[in-house]
């Protein structure tokens, strides 16, 4: 949101300072997406390819988020959500892992100077920035960043084998994309303080039972009813699916009255959209609405 929608609103000043700060990209070089990726796989698929599908693949180092990968990632998802065509992303890893979290490799020698001074990991956070919902398909190992990718989608689905966990502490760090505010969100403080402070990962049932998880499906499965729950999405208006997904969003950071008052605002601002009109006039005249995504 726009610091002057946000006025407008009457929102808190916290809020519209976080607005302010946030809903800008966070700067990484981005060019426009290039005509291979290294270290992920992207299709456009479902209904005429409304469906994003983004699989990380870096299979020896069971999707470890370097650099490299990380770029890829925020490059196709700002591709795709620029995309006029695509209603809803998918981001999958692999049967065994979905990502084993930060490369360590590549952090080993770094120095709390350089990241504090280059804002290392601070890119990550354009994975929650997009306007199109994102959906996480977890089979294998989500661990460390990998949970915290996870958790910046909008939806999570699990495959039955899969593992959510934050080991940071057992290599001597804490986590740095989330794992300490989003997961705690979630799943609350005690069993966020569990997870964090002895590092042991939880199952796919554990993390359905606690609220980390939409839904669970059989690992060969996953993959294909994420594409389906996302072409479900993308069957909708777009301009109403954002709206949506802004208002809820909003509830992980405002207190009850603001978000209330956010989603009233959002709900009358739908009432300016032909979307709203012909969804109504489509349902009095019992045919299927033709949305135009205005
Ligand atoms: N970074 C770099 N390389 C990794 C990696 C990681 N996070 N996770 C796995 N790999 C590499 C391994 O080094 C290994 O490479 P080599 O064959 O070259 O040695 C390869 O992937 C396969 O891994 P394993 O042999 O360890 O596979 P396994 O099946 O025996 O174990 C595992 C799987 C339990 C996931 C184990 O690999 C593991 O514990 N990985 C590290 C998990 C972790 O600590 N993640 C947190 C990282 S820190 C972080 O994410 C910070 C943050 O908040 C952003």
Redesign the pocket.
Known sequence: MSLARSKVFGLTRQYIHQQATTSVLISRNFCAAPPSYQYIKTEKTGTDGRVALIQLNRP???N???DGLMTELTQALTAFNNDKTVGAIVITGSE??F?????????QNKTMAENYTTGF?EY?ENVSKMRKPVIAAVNG?A????C?VAMMCDIVYAGEKAKF????I??G???????TQRLTRAIGKSRAMEMNLT?TPISAQEASDWGLVARIFPPESLVEEAIKKADKIASHSKIIVQLCKEATNASQELPLQEGLRLEKRLFHATFATNDRKEGMTAFVEKRKPAWTDS
Request: contains cysteine.
């Open positions: 020896k180092a069971l470890a988020l370097c065994k892992a990502a084993a979290g930060a490369d360590i490799k590549e952090m990991l990550w190992y661990l460390g960043g990998g915290e966990g934050q080991p940071e057992t290599i760090t804490i986590p740095g994309g989330g794992g590092g």
